[in-house]
Every structure is written in C-alpha cells, then in structure tokens.
C-alpha cells in the first residue's frame, strides 16, 4: 500500500471504529485528539492542450512529490473548456480525503498555475473553494511556486486573488458603460461592433471547440453590413471579439451592472443627446 493510501486508511479506521461496536456494525467515529500528528495527503492534476503537447514532464515532477500515480488526474484539455472532467475529479477525490481525515493537510499539487485556470475568475473560484473546504493549493513552478494554505500565509494569495477578480469586475463594468455611452452620443443602440456579428462570433466558438483555429475559421467570415460588407473581418478584430466575449463569460454581474447604470443615467437624464448626421443633438 502507498504511503498515502495508508495514511487515508488510518485515518478512516480511527474515525469509523469505536470501541465496543458489535460485530459488523459501524460505530459512532471517535473524536480526533488534538494532540494526533498531522500528515500530507497530495493529489496532482495535470492538464496541457490537445494539440502538440505532452503531460511527461508534469507527471515526473508529481511524481517527484511521492504522489501516486492513482492520485494523480491528467487530461489534455483547452482552458477554453469550462468543464474538465480530471480537474473536478482531483477536486472531488481531494474534498472526500479531507472530510475522511480531517487531521490531515490534504494538498491539491499542480506543476503551475496555468494549469488550473484560463482568466482571474477560474482562479478565484478555485481559491474559494480550496478555502471552503480546508484544502491547501501547491505549485511546483512559476513565479508562484510553493505552498499556499488558505487558513495560514497562503491566504494573502487567495485575498490577491479575489482583489484581482474585483479589479476585472469593475474593468469590465466601466468599459461596458463607456461602449453604452458613446453609442448613445452617436445615436445608436449598445452592442457589439457590427463588424464582428453575434452569428459570426457563435460560429468562431464552435469552429474552435471543433480544434479550428482562427487563421483557418476567418476567410469564411463575411461582414454584413457597414463600409466592409462582403469582406472577412481581420484575425485581430476576432481575437478581440473573444476576448470581450470571454470577459463578459466570466462576469456577467459586471456587465448586468453597467446595463443598469446605463439605464439609471437614462432615467435621470443624465446621458447626452445623441448626435444626428449634421451635428446637432437629435430630438428625443
């Protein structure tokens, strides 16, 4: 038996066994004593694109942490995909160890921050629910690389982490409302560019989700309406789409709110007139 495993299996027999149990039976757990040596209990997760790249070298430096292979979840993944099923499998395996030995530092190991999360929001998330849950976050490299526990040092990343989510939040708000404005100075409703179409923009995401890259996906784009009508739309003004729409993804409060704002600011009257073709403001 791993080392790891037989301290689980320790732990598990020192909860469920109570003296005196009948035979068979499951026993009230007896309670921890404070006094009893913590140990560490690691899962790895490693995750790297599906296209060209290799998990070899995440998997030795796990293995280097003396995690074993069955404890260790890799997958090969886009970040782009919100939903990956090793990465909420370690979670899963790290919350069960933790409530099975809660005496026990359970720590969830990963090569490098890139690994868990895309953007500040998946980080955040993650930082809240390693918190809720006791568990303590490692990085074996990056700039980040060390130990961070949420209930000890640790949780100065996790107050950065949340701090930054605030910071893209707020970005994201005030961008919005400045879109919303200067459309409402030119007379125009708020909304994307017409140069990059919802319908443009929802056949870019399922291309992608299909391995297509954007090189290959924009010569089958053509721009509706405006003074590039029939023409495709640059490669950066695509880039530039998806990132707009991946922000607003991961915080649709942020852009909920600057739609209120907007609409409050319209109530009050406190929004310019919009502009008609010769300059004078247009009347309501």
């Given at each position: 038996?791993?080392?790891?495993?037989?301290?689980?299996?320790?732990?598990?027999?020192?909860?469920?066994?109570?003296?005196?149990?009948?035979?068979?039976?499951?026993?009230?757990?007896?309670?921890?004593?404070?006094?009893?040596?913590?140990?560490?209990?690691?899962?790895?997760?490693?995750?790297?694109?599906?296209?060209?790249?290799?998990?070899?070298?995440?998997?030795?430096?796990?293995?280097?942490?003396?995690?074993?292979?069955?404890?260790?979840?890799?997958?090969?993944?886009?970040?782009r995909v919100r939903v990956r099923p090793a990465f909420e499998a370690a979670l899963s395996a790290a919350r069960e160890i933790k409530a099975h030995a809660p005496h026990c530092r359970v720590i969830l190991t990963v090569y490098e921050m890139k690994r868990f999360g895309r953007d500040t929001a998946e980080l955040t998330a993650l930082a809240d629910h390693l918190s809720a849950h006791g568990l303590v976050l490692e990085m074996l490299a990056g700039p980040l690389a060390g130990m961070y526990d949420p209930s000890g040092h640790g949780r100065l990343l996790f107050a950065f982490f949340a701090a930054m989510a605030e910071t893209e939040r707020e970005n994201i708000r005030e961008s919005t409302l400045e879109g919303l404005d200067a459309a409402a100075r030119k007379g125009k409703h708020g909304g994307r560019p017409p140069v990059i179409t919802e319908d443009m923009l929802h056949t870019v995401l399922r291309r992608r989700a299909l391995g297509e890259t954007v090189e290959q996906i924009q010569p089958d784009l053509i721009i509706p309406t405006g003074k590039r009508k029939g023409q495709s739309p640059s490669v950066a003004s695509i880039y530039r789409a998806l990132a707009e729409h991946a922000k607003r993804e991961a915080y649709p409060e942020a852009v909920e709110q600057a739609h209120a704002d907007f609409a409050t600011l319209h109530t009050d009257g406190a929004l310019p007139e919009p502009r008609t073709e010769a300059g004078a403001p247009a009347t309501r």
């Open positions: 038996m791993e080392p790891d495993s037989a301290l689980l299996s320790a732990a598990i027999a020192v909860r469920g066994a109570e003296p005196g149990a009948a035979a068979g039976g499951v026993g009230v757990p007896s309670p921890i004593d404070s006094d009893t040596p913590t140990a560490d209990i690691r899962i790895g997760y490693a995750r790297c694109s599906p296209l060209g790249q290799e998990l070899d070298s995440q998997l030795d430096a796990l293995a280097s942490k003396n995690i074993p292979r069955d404890k260790i979840f890799a997958e090969k993944i886009s970040t």
